[in-house]
């Protein structure tokens, strides 16, 4: 019983040391007056400068090892031809196996897909390579985005033209409330970006493809840069 009382005082005494009180404000004290908080962005359209191309093949059979080594084979065979051109990076990309079963539950036969990721800056090159490879494997997606140097970049100009426009914003306010200069009490820059989505007929037209290069045509991002914050307004 001792045991379970100081266990029980020992518990209240963690738990109160724990829980903090909240702050008191000094008697007297008042919110700031003339507190504005604002918010600007910034946005412009980029092309986007790389190309992202996902080739796939498939394989049916009855031994499951058989249809993974051939998958495997062909798809380190493409990368290796991928690699021999300047510009293009190859990567493996999913790689699967599973049974089909009959109407009695019973294993019929096995599916493979293994796929290939091609990247690349140079669109005619990632054209004429996916053409090539037409048949080995076949495109099932291609996706476009801006590199990590063109985001900065337009990341750059935009920042500074939403900072200009978060201080144009806060000198008109300040004067329309009567006031005659602000300083700046808190702020914060942020960056966001979305990569235009890749339209399914297009991706289903690229598929169909076979030795000829295959159409690839970049869109633009958006990038946006907001400018969030709160300034204090003085007379």
């Known amino acids: 019983m001792k045991q379970l009382l100081a266990a029980s005082l020992l518990?209240?005494?963690?738990?109160?040391?724990?829980?903090?009180?909240?702050?008191?404000?000094p008697e007297g004290w008042q919110p700031?007056?003339?507190v504005l908080t604002l918010s600007a962005e910034a946005q412009s359209e980029v092309p986007t400068d790389?190309?992202?191309?996902?080739?796939?093949?498939e394989q049916e059979g009855a031994e499951p090892a058989a249809i993974s080594s051939s998958l495997s084979a062909k798809a380190q065979q493409v990368i290796a031809q991928a690699k021999r051109i300047t510009g293009i990076q190859a990567e493996s990309g999913g790689f699967t196996i599973y049974p089909s079963t009959d109407?009695?539950?019973?294993?019929?036969?096995?599916?493979?897909?293994?796929?290939?990721?091609?990247?690349?800056r140079d669109f005619?090159?990632?054209s004429r390579l996916a053409g090539e490879l037409a048949n080995q494997?076949?495109?099932?997606?291609?996706?476009?985005?801006?590199?990590?140097?063109?985001?900065?970049?337009?990341?750059?100009t935009l920042t500074e033209q939403a900072v200009a426009a978060f201080r144009n914003k806060a000198e008109a306010t300040t004067k329309l409330f009567g006031y005659g200069s602000y300083t700046v009490r808190h702020v914060q820059v942020g960056e966001t970006g979305m990569q235009p989505?890749?339209?399914?007929?297009y991706a289903a037209k690229a598929m169909m493809a076979e030795?000829?290069?295959?159409?690839?045509?970049?869109?633009?991002?958006?990038?946006t840069v907001t400018v969030n914050g709160s300034v204090q307004m003085l007379r």
């Open 197 to 201: 989505p890749m339209p399914r007929a």
């Open 50 to 57: 790389v190309v992202r191309v996902t080739l796939a093949a």
């Open 211 to 223: 030795a000829a290069p295959v159409p690839m045509e970049g869109g633009k991002a958006q990038v």
């Open 124 to 126: 005619s090159a990632a």
């Open 103 to 120: 109407r009695n539950g019973r294993i019929s036969t096995w599916r493979g897909r293994a796929e290939v990721v091609l990247q690349s």
């Open 32 to 34: 700031p007056a003339g």
């Open 11 to 25: 518990g209240t005494t963690a738990l109160a040391a724990t829980a903090q009180p909240m702050p008191v404000p």
């Open 137 to 156: 494997m076949q495109v099932q997606n291609i996706s476009f985005s801006l590199s990590r140097e063109a985001r900065l970049a337009a990341e750059r």
